[in-house]
């Protein structure tokens, strides 16, 4: 399934140039993106609020990037 212009590819560029076909305006999508990536970035903090351990945690950071 294609993202955007760029088909596949998946990068934020690629995503975005789409956004208005999904009824958003750019700057409302670089936003969402935005808040979205940032929230994301605080995964080891609500994996160890949920009972997640320290060693998983670490184990999954090589695999989930921290932005």
């Known amino acids: 399934m294609g ?4 088909g596949r590819n998946g990068t ?3 995503l975005l ?3 208005e076909r999904f ?7 670089e936003k969402t993106i935005k808040e979205t990536l940032d929230l994301v970035s605080e995964w080891p ?8 351990g320290d ?3 670490e184990r999954l950071k090589s695999v989930i990037p921290l932005q």
């Open 17 to 19: 140039s789409q956004s």
């Open 12 to 14: 934020i560029e690629n």
């Open 23 to 29: 009824g958003l305006k750019r700057f409302k999508a």
């Open 55 to 57: 060693g998983d945690i």
């Open 3 to 6: 993202i955007g212009i760029e």
């Open 45 to 52: 903090f609500y994996f160890k609020k949920n009972g997640i």
